[in-house]
């Protein structure tokens, strides 16, 4: 009834956690049930440690949060011999995240999970809107990200899925860019970047600076470049940005996601993501609905509007 694919990867439903705010599995465990969700994202991890932005780096605001954390981790020698196995046998595919900053960085990345058992797929974080001061250089432009998945697809077989930006004008010709590169899938969207203020002391309320901005305020934005992905590939799309429940969930179907992300609701609700898994089979149940592809792509009347049709 819940089942989907991505690629290679089989999942028992479409309900996953967003890379960056579930850490690396094992914190989580004591309030989750890995068991009843589809998959499980794990915080980016890079060639080398980072030590990530000074504090403050983070901030709520009304129906959201800024973040500016840059990528904070030990490295992929400490992640692999530390982090990844605490969640071997857990029961749920484990898709690790990588980032780096030159397409060969990328590439290196991939290819030490290659042969990684409980690493199930990899996502590729080419949008990470708080390093680079911002400048997105492999999701701002088809080019960039088509180096990227293009190398990391030469580096690995594993399933591979492309973790858009929502800060470009047109997602679409990106989107169709990973696919072209050899992605099994595109992730719509990392977080949208954005601005605090604190006027009376005249500074931006991040160290950073600029951050990124998640959470239910940008559920309407991502929901429009899902379905703009949605209609120029033939890969699945998941869905990121907002989801708080089942609800939520079915939208994102609808508009064409195979999958979704469950990110800043992690925080506001340590279970909510096993809860909302098992709320949409429920869900689907009351409404006559016989599996969750049914709904996949079904969303009429929206037409082109102010974007890209």
Known sequence: MLDVAIGALRLRNPVLVASGTFGHGDELRPFVDFGALGAIVLKTV??????GHRP???F????GMLNAIGLENRGVDHFLEHELPTLEGC???????????TPEEFA???ARFDSVGAAAAIEINLSCPNIQGGSLPFSSNAQGCEAVVRGVRAATTKPLLAKLSP?????AEIARAAEGAGADAVTAVNTLLGLAVDWRARRPRLAAGLGGLSGPAIKPVALRMVFECARAVRIPVVGCGGVSSAEDVCEFLVAGATAVQIGTWNYVDPGGASRIARDLAALLQREGVGRALDLVGSLRGAGGGAGEG
């Open 56 to 58: 403050p780096r983070l």
């Open 108 to 110: 290196e990345l991939a």
């Open 167 to 171: 800060n470009v004008t047109r997602i």
């Open 46 to 51: 890079t060639l080398a440690p980072r030590a």
């Open 91 to 101: 029961g749920t595919p484990i898709v690790v995240n990588i980032g780096g900053e």
């Open 60 to 63: 709520e605001t009304p129906s």
